[in-house]
Each structure stands twice: as C-alpha cells, then as structure tokens.
C-alpha cells in the first residue's frame, strides 16, 4: 500500500468515526475550523449582502488567493474554491470569475492535478471567444503555457508566453508583462540558451522598476540573473545574485525562492570547486529542504482532505442562504454523509484488492523486463562489436586507398614543377585534379562515418573569422577559374575580429557549402556573408549566409537534398558526387545546435543560411598573426624519411629535394632506430604502419635516447585513438596523406625551428 493510499485511508476512517460521533445538530468535522478561518477573515456577507459587497469580498478573495500560491499553501486555496467561483459568478462581472479560474487552475498545476486546471482554462477561453474579450485571452494563452510547462514541455511554453507579448503590450499590463518575461528567461535558463536568456531578463528589469520592485518579485529576477551567469561561466558574479535573493527570502514565507537561491549558490560553488563552502550550504539546504519536505507533506494531506470534503463544502455554502431547511433535513445529510464516506471506504478496499491483484501481474512483468534487459545487453554488446569492426574497416580502407592516391598526387605536384613537361602542363592538371577529387570522395565517406559515430573534435580554438573565410575561399580558386565564377566574401563590422569556438567544425560546414556552389555554378557570382544577428559582452550570434546564382533547385527537391547519397541536379550530365557534402553540414550544426535553411528559385539560384554562438575573444593582435615561413629554409637541412613503400619513398623524397634537402630512407622502424643513432638528423618523417617495426614503437624507443630531434607522423589513416597514440609516443605533429605541399613543407620548418628554439631556451 502506498503512502497516499495509507494517508486516504486514514482521513476516511477518522471522517466516518467523527461522523457516529455528530451531536444533533450537524457538525462538518474538523476541517470547517480551517473554513470558518478562511471565512472569517474575508470582509463579511449574507444571503442578503448587496452586490456591492459580494465583490468587495470576491475582490479580497482573489488577493488572499494570489498570496496563498506564493507562499506555496494550496490547500486553504482548494478548500475554497466552490465558494469562491459561486460567489463571483453572483456578481455578474466575468472578468472576476476568470481571475479565479486562473489563480485556482494555476494552484492545481502546483499539486499536479493539470486535467482539472486544464478544464478551468479551457472555460475560460470559450467565454472569451464569445465576447471577444483580450484580457481573458493574454490569460489563457499564459495558463496554457503553465500547463506546458508544468507537464515538461519547456519550449512550448516558450513560445506560448512569447505569443502573449503582443497583447499584454496593447492591454499596458505592466504586471503581466514583467511575469511573461520572467518566465520566459526562466526556462532559457532550464534549457541552457543564455543568450536568449539575457535578452528577457533585461526586459524583466525595465517592467519591475515599474512595478516598484515588489521583494517576491525582485528576488526572483535577481535568481534568473544568477542562472544566467552561471551558465555564462561566471560563478564569482553568479554567486553576488543568488546571496541577493536569498537576503531578500530570508525570514519571509518565500520558502521555495530561499532554497532556489541557495541551490544555485551551491552550484556556483561547484564550478569554483569551493568544497568548504558547499558543505556549509548543504548544511542550511538540508534544514530549509526538511521544511519544504514537510510543507509539501502538509499540502497533499490537506489537499486530499479539501478533496474530499469538496460535497460538504458545497452543502456549507447552501446552509448559508437555506439555513432553517439544512436544520430541518439535518438527520438526512448525516445520514448520506455516511453513505458517501462508507462508499469511499468500500472503493478503496476494491481498489486495495486490484492493486494487490495487480501486484502479482507486475511480478510477472518484472521477470519479463530483466529477460529482455538481458537480450538488450547481448544485442548491446553485438552493436558496439559491429561499431568496432565498422571503424577498423574504415580505418584500413582509408590507410589502403589514400597511400596510392599520395603518390598520384605528389608525382602529378612534381611534374607541374619541371618545366621540361610545359606542353603537357593541362594533362598533369587534369590528372591532379582527379587524383583530389577521388580524395574528396573518400574524405567524405570517412567524415561521414566520423560523424555518425561522434568521433568529432569538440576543441575550441581562437581565430580571425575573415581570414579563416579568406583561406577557405582560395582552396577553390582552381574549380573557381575552371567555372569562370567571382567569390566575394562580406564580413559586417560589427563581427568581433577574434572570435574562439569549434573552428574545425565551421571551416568543414563551409568548405562544404561553398565547394557546392562552386560546383553548380558556371559563369555566376557567390556571395560569403557574415552578419552579427545578436551580441552580448561575451557571445555574438553569428548568421552565416552562401549565396549563388546557379541552376537553383525545385521547391518539391528541397526536402531531399539534405539526404545521404541523395544528389539532386537541374542540369542534366552535371557535376556528380557522394551526395554526403549537405548531409554532413545538417548533422555538424545538429552538433553544434543550430540548423541549415535552404531558399532557392529555379534558374536564379540558391541561398544557405545557418547562425552559430561563438564566444568573442579579447587578445593582442599580434598573438594572432601567423609568422611568416620561408620555405628557403629546408636548404642543406637533413631529413630521415622513414616508409616502407617504394612510390611513397619516391615521391616524399624528390618533393624534399627540390627545396635542397638532405633525405635518408629508412624501410622500418628497426632501420629507423640504427640511424638515428648513427647520425644527426634535423626531423624525422615516420610513417605509422611498417613491417618489422611500427612507427608508435620506433618513436618511443628514439626518444629513449633521443629527446629532441623532431618527428611528424605520416599517415594515411584518421582515427582518433591513433592520434592520442601519436602523441602520447613522443612525435610532435601529424600530417595525413595526401596532404598539400606548401603545408607539408610549412609544417618541417614550423617543428625545425621550434625544436631550435627549445635546445636555444635549454642552453640559456
């Protein structure tokens, strides 16, 4: 038997007993004590009070009511309820009947009874459609966004308070228009958004300064300013505005404020790891939790008492205006009085009966979950076993087809270069060309797999947005020429310079978005803009928009173009690829939390749009500017060149010995291992897959007596768990093949002349 049905149970029993006990003059039982109080401490009627002061105390009934919900007291709220509506519905004025439906629907929410709410609002509402009356809609759209809120459907809420504004607005109710606000910034706040979260909090602001700054309103503003700041990563400030709020509650009756504060005092203190001062928290949490714990207990208690009694309240309010015939008829309420309370008892011992009944089936249904839970494990099991093979597959394909297209692509690179070969210069280019568009569809294969499998990187990285665009930009600069096209890149002023965020997972949604319009687009302009949609001291809402004057897409293909595999021309025998490039922008922004828009007019062309928070960066401009690297300096320098295949031997090799370097060749890691320890090298270039020995153990045995010469790992294959290794080994970069030359190249001289620093700061 559960607590509530224990808790029934009693009150039941104790009614009947009192009931046997009635003298003859009916008494309703202990609970009209608490009526009589409520009663009598409301401005006083009759059943002949003029209409006049039946308002007067409808009016006071609906203030009591108000406070009785903020101080979290339901159940004198419940208990009367039926009294109240009778009365103002006595008064003929519905705007004081809809005040109470919705301070009354609103405590039912509090005790989680939102069918009986649900239907108080709802008459609400056709009364207002009726008479066309805006006040009593701003109402129900708000306590249809309580119902949502209170039944966990948060950005339905949202959006169901934000619908209000306009209303409240026109109707000038300052009050209304400081809760729609609070209550929005509130669940931003719930769903981690602080940058809407800010924006309402600051409207909350200007409606309470007009409101006079009311303390339970106040210190619940100051409490979502406090959540904001936390969310901002600011505990030191966030800790000023929950001590704020709990300074304002402390000694009133705002119980549920004080704990909100100090439990986003704890919070904050978590962030810091101030570990003393959450357990000094803890200590006052634990006392005020105790409290609330009771309070609540109390409120069930006395809400499923005023349930109960919710008959007998009705018949109070008939013996008020029909005293002499309730007097006259008194042994026959006694007598039904009875009947109902012994019928409860009699439906509950059904119910008990049921429950118990169904005990058994629940057994039953245990066993049948744990034997599913168990088919579930293996089937888990089985699935990561799959995921497993899946990314070694990719990781072997990626190894065994990038490894012949390196020495495609590098051989092509090295014959542009000989002049010798001049009149065959456009065939070299068209083979280059082939060679990385072969590439591009393999990377798209693994990126999508990475993805899929949320291999991701999530690092964040300081970085110069227009130059960022810029270089990505003049990666198509040969498709850009080849199609005859112009790009323009328009980056508004009010973008920060230096913004910090996921710069790996912008520069792949828009190396994608702009390859596509470069693709599709002959003879035409592509437009990269960047505007600032919103900003704050710390974050700026950026609205990133593509633009080309293509083919276009046809309003019904729009749909399908963010499928995988999916590739959808208006222009027969064009440009044809994995259909992966829109799929993986979709689910890169999914990640990030925002979304791609699509807008296209056939024969004009297409436009992409996508916002992304980024943090705003505050730096020494020089910190951001790359140094500037000559490629003269691989002159005479002497690189050991440590790879197994022949071709990639060649290949790296002749590439090296244009800019004048010294090679060795080594064909595994044994080899490796001897030679360095023979002669004096200025960097190591160690592929990671070899025979006899692999690259991770011939690095870890070099650095055994070697600490300082500089090694970059060759690899054609891209999985994370071989880049911890990489690095965990002793190598100091990576660069997977095919790579570009000019970035080979860069990236030996940036690790010589960082190894050459480092021995300079060693020997001073």
């Known amino acids: 038997m559960t607590n509530l049905t224990k808790t029934l149970f009693f009150l039941i029993f104790f009614y009947s007993i009192s009931g046997r006990s009635q003298s003859e003059i009916p008494n309703i039982g ?121 039944t966990d459907y948060k950005k339905k809420a949202a959006d169901k308070y934000i619908e209000s504004i306009g209303i409240a607005k026109r109707l000038k109710d300052t009050t209304r228009l400081f809760v729609i606000h609070h209550n929005v910034a509130r669940i931003y706040n719930e769903i981690e958004d602080p940058v809407n979260s800010s924006f309402y909090i600051k409207e909350t ?61 704890r919070k904050a203190l978590e962030v810091k790891k101030d570990y003393k001062g959450i357990y000094e928290v803890d200590k006052l949490l634990s006392l005020y939790d105790d409290k609330k714990e009771k309070d609540v207990e109390n409120n069930i208690i006395e809400a499923v008492t005023a349930e109960l009694n919710v008959e007998r309240y009705k018949e109070q309010i008939k013996s008020k205006e029909l005293e002499k015939q309730l007097l006259e008829q008194k042994a026959e309420q006694k007598n039904g009085l009875l009947f109902i309370v012994f019928l409860i008892i009699f439906l509950l011992l059904i119910i008990l009966v049921i429950s118990y009944l169904s005990s058994e089936k629940r057994q039953v249904l245990v066993k049948d979950l744990k034997l599913k839970n168990s088919q579930y494990l293996v089937a888990k099991e089985e699935s990561e076993y799959l995921a497993k093979s899946k990314e070694k597959f990719f990781a072997t394909i990626s190894h065994e087809l990038r490894t012949p297209l390196y020495g495609v692509v590098g051989i092509s690179s090295i014959l542009l270069e000989d002049k010798a070969l001049n009149g065959h210069k456009e065939d070299l280019k068209t083979l280059k060309f082939s060679a990385n568009y072969l590439l591009a569809l393999i990377n798209d294969l693994l990126q999508f797999n990475k993805i899929e499998n949320k291999f991701f990187t999530k690092e964040e990285s300081t970085f110069n947005l227009k130059d960022q665009i810029s270089i990505i930009v003049s990666s198509f600069e040969y498709i850009r020429l080849q199609h005859n096209n112009e790009i323009n890149i328009q980056v508004s002023e009010e973008v920060p310079p230096l913004l910090k965020g996921n710069l790996i997972r912008l520069s792949q949604v828009l190396m994608n978005l702009v390859g596509n319009a470069c693709k599709f687009t002959e ?38 173009i963010f499928d995988e595999f999916s590739q959808v021309n208006a222009i027969p025998n064009s440009y044809q690829g994995t259909g992966l490039g829109l799929p993986i922008v979709k689910k890169l922004l999914e990640q990030a939390g925002s979304e791609i828009v699509v807008e296209s ?53 002749k590439i090296l010995k244009i800019s004048n370097v010294q090679c060795d060749i080594a064909e595994n890691g044994d080899e490796a291992i001897a030679k360095v320890k023979e002669n004096t090298y200025d960097l190591i270039l160690m592929d990671i897959n070899m025979p006899v020995k692999n690259g991770i153990d011939a690095t870890r045995e070099i650095r055994l007596f070697n600490k300082t010469v500089p090694i970059i790992a060759l690899t054609a294959v891209e999985i994370e768990e071989e880049r911890v290794l990489v690095f965990e080994s002793g190598m100091n970069d990576i660069i997977v093949k095919p790579y570009d030359l000019d970035y080979f190249k860069r990236t030996i001289i940036k690790n010589i002349l960082s190894a050459s620093n480092s021995t300079q700061k060693r020997t001073a």
Not at 134 to 148: D, M, P
Not at 531 to 560: C, M, Y
Not at 610 to 625: G, H, R, S, Y
């Open 205 to 265: 602001e200007r409606y309470l300064n007009d409101l006079g700054n009311p303390p339970h309103y106040l210190s619940s503003h100051i409490h979502n300013q406090g959540q904001m700041l936390l969310l901002l990563n600011k505990p030191d400030e966030a800790i000023l505005k929950f001590k704020e709020t709990i300074r304002i509650c402390e000694g009133t009756e705002f119980v549920d404020a004080l704990i909100e504060g100090y439990e986003g005092y």
């Open 523 to 560: 003879r035409g302009v592509i437009d990269v803009i960047v505007n600032a949609k919103a900003k704050t001291d710390t974050v700026v809402e950026v609205e990133f928009i593509i633009k080309d004057t293509g083919p276009g897409i046809e309003a019904s293909k729009l749909s399908s």
């Open 601 to 653: 007019d056939l024969g004009k062309g297409c436009t992409f749009k996508f916002t992304l928070p980024l943090k705003i960066e505050v730096a020494q401009e020089q910190e951001m500017i790359a140094p500037i690297i000559d490629l003269k300096l691989l002159n005479n320098k002497r690189i050991l060149i440590v790879e197994d295949n022949r071709i990639n031997q060649i290949v790296t090799k």
């Open 30 to 150: 202990p609970d009209l004590t608490s009526y009589t109080a409520i009663n009598e401490s409301l401005p006083k009627i009759s059943k002949d009070s003029t209409n006049a002061e039946i308002i007067k105390h409808v009016e006071a009934t609906i203030a009591w009511m108000t406070e009785e919900h903020y101080k979290s007291s339901y159940a004198p709220s419940l208990i009367y309820s039926d009294t109240a509506l009778y009365l103002a519905k006595k008064t003929d004025s519905t705007k004081y009947l809809h005040d109470l439906r919705t301070v009354i629907g609103n405590t039912m929410l509090r005790i989680k009874d939102t069918a009986r709410a649900k239907v108080l609002f709802l008459k609400s509402f056709e009364e207002a459609k009726v008479s066309n009356d805006s006040t009593v809609l701003l109402r129900f759209i708000n306590n249809l966004a309580n119902v949502y809120y209170f």
